[in-house]
């Protein structure tokens, strides 16, 4: 069930910190107008941001802490649009960034600038969540791969790679663009989009512990470049984890990869990463899985 205005009786926080799309620096003095997404004409705060490219933490209203917490057909996030806009830059706008009672979210907001020699993207939208929304189901696969004895795997032990390379789309869509985003950036989106912030420590731990060992078993298996592909993982849910470009994470979350991201799951007498698959159990049945 959609979220309605009525029940928005709980509050969480956004803090949005702006970059420049070409060497990441922060860009001081840019203007934030935040609405709601159902709601786009009517702004309801202004922000600008430091130094740092950072603005300061606000409240904003959610729905009640309860609907993420047990299974319900209520949406238990809010979601506004940001627009976010600077001297010198193209102007930017997020729309559908969730938000969740108790928690901060943090939106990440690269700004182009005029004169670069690039096309900006003038509007990211945000799908979503993934136990909100319909997303193919997993495609099942084992949790260990075979390793050609040739020597074609070219890791020879686990590596945390700095970046992966994320095909946003199914494996054999062409039009799909890559994206060279970094490992911890990427746990974080995909966290962000498969779990719910508000969940206990102890279950945001065991997720995120999944979602790596996922990705780097991609990573050391290199199962996409040796069926001649030019990508580490893609975006499908089908095939891998649902990740979102531009999406918004959240300090639960972003806490927990920052402390064990160079962790992961494997089996006695094994080297590679576990292929840890899971689904909710709910609208994916998945016997022998791991459930969320």
Known sequence: MKMTQTDMIDTGQLQVRVTSSIGFLPIADASIEISYTGDPNSVIETLSTDENGISETIDLSTPPLEYSMTPSENQP?????IKVSAPDYNTLTITGAELMATITSIQNVNLTPLLAQENPVDVLTIGPHTLFGNYPPKIAESEIKPLDESGEIVLSRVV????????????????????????????????????????PRSTIEANVLAIMSFTLNRVYTEWYRNKGYDFTIT?????????IKGKNTFDSINEVVDEIFTNYLSRPNISQPILTQYCDGKKVSCPNWMPL
């Open 77 to 81: 996030y809010s979601e506004y649009t």
């Open 160 to 199: 945390i790679p700095e970046y992966i390379i994320v095909h946003d789309g199914s494996v054999t869509d062409t039009t799909a663009s890559n994206y060279y985003v970094k490992y911890k950036d990427y746990i974080k989106n995909v966290a962000s989009c498969e779990i719910y912030s508000t969940w």
């Open 235 to 243: 975006s499908s849910t089908a095939f891998d984890h649902k990740w």
